[in-house]
């Protein structure tokens, strides 16, 4: 395949950004044939279609979805870099991609990702999140500077990738105030006949709370099972039931979702690891975020 035509690869971010071939001739100050044969070059370079018509608009495929995400990357640090030669004193800015499970709380991934906004040089923050084996795809490509997960990237998946553990935290069992008062004081034996929220099949927790459970001979009434940290405790201070969530961020927990400690289990260990390309962190957000756990997040439970 020839070098990419970044000529061709404006052209295809015009038309994409504009929606149609007229507007980003207009844009470009060209004729919409001049357009519609460099776009067509430019697929035929690439062996792929970028644009499927529907009706009379042009919608974007999959693929040329793909490409316009580096393009915007590509114009945008180009636009910087033109701002920066006009303009002497404009500051340079970091982008620092994160990507965050799922089954992480949103409550450790934000007190983790903070100190990288405090960095000498400005950084500007991309949040994504999703499922872990979607990110880690995402970070194979270079989209992800950096994911924040409860368990190891999966061992099946060929992509280049290391591991390092922030810290672990045993796990509380919170209820609203009503809840609890219906419930007693006699933690775990209170859960049993509870209505319990309880994390998904992504949370790597789940079967250990299953096995807690069991265990310690106790059988709430399941009125739940999420996916998501942050709609099992919607549906928790709604009252719908019981939940568990890491014990570094009980008091967290209980001040912004209203609800009330019913006991600590310490044995019961949720992990929360950085996954990044690197096998040793050396970017100053990584390291930032390292920090932030070793010293002050997870120092809590040490």
Not at 96 to 111: E, N
Not at 195 to 208: K, M, V, Y
């Amino acid at each position: 395949m020839s070098s990419l035509n970044f000529k061709h690869l404006r052209y295809f971010w015009m038309v994409a950004k504009t929606g149609s071939i007229a507007k980003a001739a207009a844009q470009l100050h060209l004729t919409p044939q001049s357009i519609s044969g460099q776009l067509s070059e430019f697929a035929d370079t690439l062996g792929v279609e970028l644009f499927r018509r529907v009706g009379r608009n042009l919608e974007l495929t999959e693929t040329g979805r793909r490409i316009l995400s580096y393009a915007e990357d590509i114009f945008s640090t180009g636009d910087e870099l033109l701002e920066l030669v006009r303009d002497k004193t404009f500051t340079t800015t970091i982008s620092f991609r994160v990507g965050c499970a799922d089954s992480v709380s949103k409550l450790i991934a934000c007190q983790l990702v903070e100190p990288a906004l405090d960095l000498r040089e400005p950084v500007k923050l991309i949040c994504r999140e999703g499922r872990l084996a979607s990110l880690v795809a995402d970070l194979a490509v270079h989209r992800l500077d950096l994911i924040i997960a409860d368990r190891p990237m999966p061992s099946h998946l060929s992509v280049r990738g290391y591991n390092h553990l922030l810290g672990e935290s045993g796990m509380t069992v919170f209820a609203t105030a009503e809840l609890a008062k219906s419930l007693g004081e006699d933690f775990p034996a209170c859960l049993n006949g509870a209505p319990i929220l309880l994390p998904g099949e992504d949370f790597a927790i789940h079967q250990r709370v299953l096995q807690w459970l069991e265990k310690s001979q106790v059988h709430p009434r399941v009125v739940g099972e999420f996916d998501d940290s942050a709609m099992i405790k919607a549906f928790g201070q709604s009252g719908a039931g019981v939940f568990f969530a890491p014990t570094v961020i009980a008091r967290q927990v209980c001040d912004q979702y209203r609800v009330v400690a019913l006991g600590q289990v310490d044995s019961l260990v949720e992990q929360v690891y950085a996954i990044t390309t690197e096998r040793r962190m050396s970017h100053p957000a990584t390291l930032a975020i390292s920090n932030m756990a070793r010293d002050s997040l997870f120092a809590r439970v040490a």
